[in-house]
């Protein structure tokens, strides 16, 4: 063998599998790592899925689970009064809208493809209605939830309290433990 | 294989000169050009360094298929494959050069490694697994035809839905995986892939071939050919290496369609006597038997129907491949048999009415109706691979936009990797489409009738009995080439 075939041969396997364990590392470490840091500390941030077939949930609507139907449709984001909220808005399938008017914001549109956020403080205490404001598909109608707005508990309010979703198997801290990374 | 029904006609390669200079003949040595290529060839890591970046993609591409967006248009795996590497496929890679997607293809590597019990290096002695040889019954293309096909009807599924991608490009790699480790070598590579099927016949087209430099040295060579067993380095071979993955003889290959281009021949010949070659497009022309012929019936067929479900305005037909969205199971039926039925029986029926009338018209009682068939189904060779580049730019044209997003957002979670995950989705001159596609079935039909007329001179040394006998294929691949125009300006 010459000494290309000698540095190769060394290095192929280490090489395959380091592709093996890179290439999803990296797309885990850029969504779960990465993408957080993007946002400020003191939001809660929710990633909010849609599709015409499920409705609205925050389980991340995959090409797995899609097809197995194994999404739980959303009822309630709970924060507490004074929460700076981000909500991300991504469609699965076809264009969706999002409106929440009591926070003055009517009309979102979700185009397929593109994310759409939507950022405020929730400066009001109760339960608002939010819901999407396109005809989208079959369960269109059913594609609402409630906005829960506590009196401020010290940052307590976390995923555990959401309904239709199992709390995380450790507790976290921080502005992320409500929501994005806490759906990771 | 198919027993030879047809005479050959070009035989590129099998010429044997002794000349210094790199053109011989009709072929243009591209080894002897460029040394470096050469002694990349001849090293053991070669295929290996094309493979890794794309087991990297294509692993990465299944991950994606299974955890990211379930839209096609949202998803990369969706996108890269079917828009992307399809498009490069078939209008480059294959018609330029040959097979050497085989020699990158990720897919039946790791079988290949557990087989060998090596990635890089050459260990000789009993691979892994049973080494069993491939059923006698089965050396034939016919199981790829039915492969390709069964994929071809649910090929509205498989385009757009990345989890459907996913089962078709994982179960590739796992049966390929699977049956290396039952058959010898690449058995499943040559028999059974259904993207290696028509890769074979479309690279008959190409202008690349890898041969021996002079077939004289072969027959010359008594004893073991490492060709074809295999040859340890040092004495035996300069680089050593495996006995040909593909079952090939390179002394007595004269066609592109079972040479996968691994290039391990060119680290055993002992003889040194392999090389790459540039060639006249269209140069391989010799179909060898009727499942090579239906290849070309049933991807000639395809090409129509994808153009009729994928991109006509056919809502109907639309609706009937499209089953697991509109649940239209008894339209689905009727689709897949009309399909099935276009592609086995009908068109070849349609190819064996011409064929009679050619033998009519050559006046050659003598020349069974068997090898004008056979031997005629080549002119849909460059004529099927056109239209498949036809079919195939309106989908780069109209959705390659797509590429940019996905780039971006490869999961469609609303990621912005490179700032282009807000890209919309921008048409590329779609007003030309129609245009471009006429213009590039009109260069196939040429190409089928030109070499039409070699395929006649292979059955009638005559010239004027030949051009009798070509008149009514033409005049069919004519009535094809209308066809189409028809169906894609639709």
């Known amino acids: ?184 | 294989m198919s027993k030879p029904v047809a005479a050959p006609v070009v035989e590129s390669g099998s010429e044997a000169r002794t000349v210094e200079a790199p053109v011989k003949g009709r072929r243009f040595d591209l080894f002897q050009k460029f040394p470096g290529l050469r002694a990349f060839a001849q090293t053991r890591s070669f295929q290996f360094l094309l493979i890794l970046p794309n087991l990297a993609v294509f692993y990465f591409f299944i991950i994606t298929g299974i955890f990211g967006n379930p839209m096609g248009n949202q998803n990369i795996t969706i996108i890269f494959i079917w828009i992307l590497w399809w498009f490069l496929l078939i209008a480059f890679l294959v018609p330029l050069t040959s097979r050497l997607w085989c020699t990158m293809c990720p897919l039946p590597a790791a079988g290949e490694w557990l087989q060998r019990q090596a990635i890089i290096e050459h260990k000789p002695g009993k691979p892994l697994g049973l080494d069993k040889w491939w059923p006698k019954q089965f050396k034939n293309i016919w199981l790829q035809n039915f492969g390709f096909l069964l994929l071809a009807l649910f090929s509205v599924l498989l385009v757009t839905r990345p989890l459907v991608t996913v089962i078709v490009v994982g179960g590739i790699g796992v049966l390929s995986t699977i049956l290396m480790l039952i058959y010898k070598r690449r058995a499943f590579c040559v028999y059974l892939c259904p993207v290696s099927g028509f890769q074979g016949l479309y690279a008959m087209f190409a202008p690349i071939e890898l041969r021996s430099t002079e077939k004289g040295v072969c027959d010359a060579h008594k004893g073991k050919k490492g060709c074809m067993f295999g040859a340890k380095p040092g004495e035996e071979a300069a680089y050593g290496g495996y006995a040909c993955p593909w079952f090939e003889y390179v002394g007595t290959m004269d066609r592109n369609n079972y040479c996968g281009l691994c290039m391990e021949c060119m680290k055993t010949c002992q003889k040194d006597n392999i090389s790459l070659f540039l060639r006249p497009f269209g140069s391989d022309i010799r179909i060898k038997g009727y499942d090579e012929a239906w290849k070309a019936f049933i991807m000639t067929v395809l090409a129509m129907v994808y153009s009729i479900t994928l991109l006509g305005p056919y809502g109907l037909v639309k609706d009937w491949a499209n089953v697991t969205w509109t649940g239209e199971v008894k339209g689905f039926l009727i689709y897949a048999a009309s399909v099935a039925s276009a592609c086995l029986l009908i068109f070849p029926g349609i190819h064996l009415l011409f064929s009679y009338v050619s033998k009519l018209f050559s006046r050659a009682r003598e020349v069974p109706l068997k090898k004008f068939f056979v031997a005629y189904s080549y002119l849909l060779v460059p004529f099927g691979l056109l239209a498949w580049i036809a079919f195939s730019l309106p989908l780069l044209m109209v959705n390659g936009s797509y590429i940019l997003q996905v780039l971006s957002d490869p999961f469609g979670w609303g990621w912005d990797l490179v700032g282009t995950g807000h890209f919309p989705w921008t048409p590329f001159y779609p007003e030309t489409v129609p245009y471009l596609q006429a213009l590039i079935l009109l260069v196939g039909l040429v190409f089928s009738i030109r070499s039409g007329y070699d395929v006649a001179r292979g059955l009638f040394p005559q010239r004027e009995q030949a051009i009798r006998s070509l008149i009514p294929m033409a005049a069919y691949m004519v009535a094809l080439t209308v066809g189409f125009l028809v169906f894609f300006t639709a």
């Not at chain 1, 929730?122 to 269109?140: N, P, Q, R």
């Not at chain 1, 239709?164 to 990771?184: C, D, F, M, N, R």
């Open chain 1, 1 to 184: 063998m010459n000494t290309l075939d000698r540095i190769v041969s060394r290095l192929a396997l280490p090489a395959v599998l380091l592709t093996l364990i890179v290439v999803p590392a990296s797309a885990w470490w850029y969504e779960r790592v990465h993408l957080p840091s993007q946002y400020p500390k003191d939001a809660k941030v929710f990633t909010i899925w849609y599709s015409g077939d499920h409705g609205m949930t925050l389980n991340r609507i995959t090409a797995y689970n899609y097809w197995l139907k194994a999404v739980n449709r959303l009822e309630e984001i709970r924060v507490e009064k004074g929460d700076r909220v981000i909500l991300r808005l991504i469609s699965s399938d076809v264009y969706h809208g999002f409106a929440l008017p009591p926070f003055g914001i009517n009309e979102v549109l979700v185009k397929p493809g593109e994310l759409a956020e939507v950022d405020f403080v929730a400066d009001k205490v109760g339960s608002f209605l939010f819901y999407c404001t396109i005809l989208c598909g079959l369960v269109h109608q059913d594609m609402k939830a409630n906005l829960t707005v506590v009196e401020s508990q010290g940052g307590k309010i976390a995923r555990a309290e959401h309904p239709t979703h199992k709390p995380p198997s450790k507790p976290s801290s921080g502005p992320w433990s409500g929501g994005l990374a806490a759906q990771l």
